[in-house]
């Protein structure tokens, strides 16, 4: 004789996420080393995580953990996008302006930024307020460089060294020196 829940719901998205949530807290290295744990309500009755989450929303909604440091429970899940969950990662770097807290990613759509644009110029020591608000070409492009005693822009130095602005970029990004992503040619491509 075999066993049959009661639910009738073992075919569900929301029970494949329930038994997901207790495997993951269960044989997950990452999450046994945490310490992250499904709550006693919901470990052995699907029928009250079903009652505290509801169905899913869409297809592309999965389980999120508010605060990641704690476990499973009603009052620290959410059915969430990935857009969303990508925001809620704990290795995202949040920033404050005009006292509101969002990740790079936020705040990159909202001023028309890269991350790695407003990355960059954090580390360069701008404020938060100049990262997001100066002008990307102003920052870039017009700042001057000298080299070998002559004075340019940036745009200038690209130009004369034939460097595509996104090449220059994808290297400044990288931690490249500025003179040498300004200034080393482009491998051609073989075939």
Same mark, same amino acid.
């Given at each position: 004789?075999?066993?049959?829940?009661?639910? @009738?719901? %073992?075919?569900?998205? *929301?029970?494949?996420?329930?038994?997901?949530?207790?495997?993951?807290?269960?044989?997950?290295? +990452?999450?046994?080393? #945490?310490?992250? #744990?499904?709550?006693?309500?919901? =470990?052995?009755?699907?029928?009250?995580? +079903?009652? !505290?989450? @509801?169905?899913?929303?869409?297809?592309?909604?999965?389980?999120?953990?508010?605060?990641?440091? &704690? @476990? =499973? %429970?009603? !009052? $620290?899940?959410?059915?969430?996008?990935? #857009?969303?969950?990508?925001?809620?990662?704990?290795?995202?770097?949040? /920033?404050?302006?005009?006292?509101?807290?969002?990740? &790079?990613?936020?705040?990159?759509?909202? =001023?028309? &930024?890269?991350?790695?644009?407003?990355? /960059?110029? &954090?580390?360069?020591?701008?404020?938060?307020? *100049?990262? /997001?608000?100066?002008?990307?070409?102003?920052?870039?492009?017009?700042?001057? =460089?000298?080299?070998? @005693? $002559?004075?340019?822009?940036?745009? *200038?130095?690209l130009l004369e060294y034939n460097i595509k602005y996104k090449t220059f970029l994808a290297r400044y990004s990288s931690g490249w020196d500025i003179v040498k992503a300004m200034t080393t040619p482009t491998?051609?491509?073989?075939?």
């Amino acid at each position: 004789m075999t066993f049959e829940p009661t639910h @009738g719901m %073992s075919n569900s998205p *929301e029970y494949a996420t329930w038994f997901g949530i207790k495997h993951r807290c269960k044989h997950k290295d +990452y999450y046994i080393k #945490k310490g992250i #744990k499904v709550c006693p309500e919901w =470990y052995n009755d699907f029928n009250q995580f +079903y009652a !505290d989450m @509801g169905n899913k929303p869409t297809p592309n909604h999965t389980i999120d953990r508010i605060n990641n440091d &704690l @476990g =499973y %429970s009603p !009052d $620290n899940c959410r059915w969430a996008t990935m #857009k969303e969950q990508q925001n809620n990662k704990t290795n995202n770097r949040n /920033l404050t302006y005009n006292g509101i807290t969002q990740t &790079l990613t936020q705040w990159g759509i909202e =001023y028309d &930024l890269s991350t790695t644009c407003i990355r /960059l110029r &954090l580390n360069k020591g701008m404020t938060v307020k *100049e990262a /997001l608000t100066t002008p990307t070409e102003t920052w870039v492009i017009n700042t001057n =460089y000298t080299i070998d @005693g $002559n004075t340019k822009t940036v745009k *200038e130095w690209l130009l004369e060294y034939n460097i595509k602005y996104k090449t220059f970029l994808a290297r400044y990004s990288s931690g490249w020196d500025i003179v040498k992503a300004m200034t080393t040619p482009t491998r051609k491509k073989t075939r």
